[in-house]
């Protein structure tokens, strides 16, 4: 089991920049790729980002050349850099975890989200 905990989110003005982090817990051993998501007001989940084990990553088209994923496989974190925020960027940001077993079975942890607010 993993636990994944967010951090980081907040009320910016637009055009500010804010730093998510998301730190894991448990059996991390088993956490292959990780990445976020957001889900706004009135609006289906989104994703963002996802980075895999050997650190290649992928973007939404929304935050594409905004936003920057990155993890320390060390310290069991994941972060994402968000510059350049607008009011759209306004949601709640959660951190998710890809995870297999030792018997080769995938699944999913997620984080209970952040809440970052853009103010125009």
């Known amino acids: 089991q993993v636990e994944l905990v967010e951090s980081g989110g907040g009320l910016v003005q637009a055009g500010e920049s804010l730093r998510l982090s998301c730190s894991a817990s448990?059996?991390?051993?088993?956490?292959?790729?990780m990445g976020w998501d957001r889900q706004g007001p009135g609006t289906s989940r989104e994703m963002i980002a996802r980075?895999?084990?050997?650190?290649?990553?992928i973007y939404g088209d929304s935050v594409k050349g905004r936003f920057t994923i990155s993890r320390d496989n060390a310290k069991n974190t994941l972060f994402l850099e968000m510059n350049s925020l607008r009011p759209a960027d306004t949601a709640v940001y959660s951190c998710?975890?890809?995870?297999?077993?030792?018997?080769?079975?995938?699944?999913?942890?997620w984080g209970q989200g952040t809440q970052v607010t853009v103010s125009s």
């Open positions: 448990g059996n991390t051993a088993s956490i292959t790729g």
């Open positions: 998710n975890a890809e995870l297999r077993d030792t018997d080769g079975r995938s699944s999913r942890a």
């Open positions: 980075i895999r084990a050997d650190g290649s990553a």
